[in-house]
């Protein structure tokens, strides 16, 4: 069982690294004005979070067995502190990039090492509600971010960042106080189901599907909705940040709850629907006023936590029916499903909505998630 400083290290480094993901969000046309850039250059910086995570994650997906959990959360934490003591000194375009490059690498090891030794739990209810309060305070991080972006933006993008770069000192003192976890069957060698059985497993395929799908949705709103917002219906970004802190509030709200309450659940009905549900609120954004839009953000990540709830658990469930206890590898593979959407989202969405209007942006959105509700399949995932 997870020692619970341990815990506490990984939901306070989580909820770091996602204050300073979504602060950064509704603060990219301030530092556009300011460095020189647009909504292409705004995706490239939201993306290259992913290209970060995902250039980390693979060597764990690989190799994931040889790595314990303690030197990686190490590890981790230190990449993430590293990086936000860059962010108030981001005065030009490759510092940015910088920052957020590292980041999304320290983002991308601690959520596999995190994962990981929760999944090592052998009650699954507690291990989902584990999972779903990583998730909570990711979301608490998300939520907290752009408004808190918005506010302390009167004094210069720059300077937002000094409020995560004072609480990261924290994260070395809970580093220095974790119990060294004791060695168990989870961790043992010999319990491992070799990367490429994962990769040929349906449900693995499907749930790394969903991940991604998800991940795509998210990532796809960030440099569209804020400047969609603010050329239909004025909105500033302290408005904008408010409407992202409210999605993030909605995503870690349904989420633990979801993450216990799911665990022994079938899911491809609920992803089917799902993601359906997700392109009708897409398609809404852009016909409605924008009271109902709020109402539209809020179930957007409502539907998002939902989603996101029963995979991790899932996955972790998969690994166990086949034989393995290799929490790290399937988690790592999470993370990549999670980049390669997140990657994917901003970079796309940045550039469709440059190049085509916001609208159609989001019309394709809607589409690429009625698309992905159809291919998920009728029978069960745990077939």
Known sequence: MLAPRQLMLILAAVFLDALAYAMLIPLTPAF??????????????????????????????LFGNACPGRPLLTL?????????????????????????????AASGILWTAGLALLAEDPQPQRRGRNMGLVV?????????????????????PNHAFYLPVALCLALPWMLGHQHRPTRTAATSPGNNVPLLALLRDPACRLYGLAVATTAFAMGFLEPVLPTWLADT??????????????????????????????????????LRRGFLALALLTAGLIILPMALIVILVIGFGLLCGLLLAPTMPGLAMRVERLGGRNYAVIFALFNLSFASGLAAGPLLGGAIAEGFGGPTSLLLLAAV??????????QSLRD
């Open 76 to 104: 981790g934490v230190a990449l993430l502190i590293s990086s936000l003591l860059i962010y108030p000194l981001a005065d030009n375009f490759v510092l940015l990039l910088v920052a957020r490059l590292l980041q999304g």
């Open 233 to 270: 219906h004025g909105v500033g970004t302290l408005g904008s940040g408010l409407m992202f802190g409210l999605l993030a509030l909605s995503l870690a709200l349904a989420t633990p709850l979801a993450g216990a309450r799911l665990a022994n659940i079938e899911p491809a009905r609920l």
């Open 369 to 378: 998630l009625v698309g992905i509700s159809a291919m998920l399949p009728r």
């Open 32 to 61: 556009g004005v300011e460095v020189g850039f647009g909504q292409s250059g705004a995706g490239l910086i939201l993306g290259v979070y992913a290209v970060g995570l995902f250039a980390a994650v693979l060597p764990l997906a």
């Open 136 to 156: 909570s305070s990711f979301s608490a991080g998300l939520t907290l971010g752009p408004p808190a972006a918005g506010l302390l933006a009167t004094f210069g």
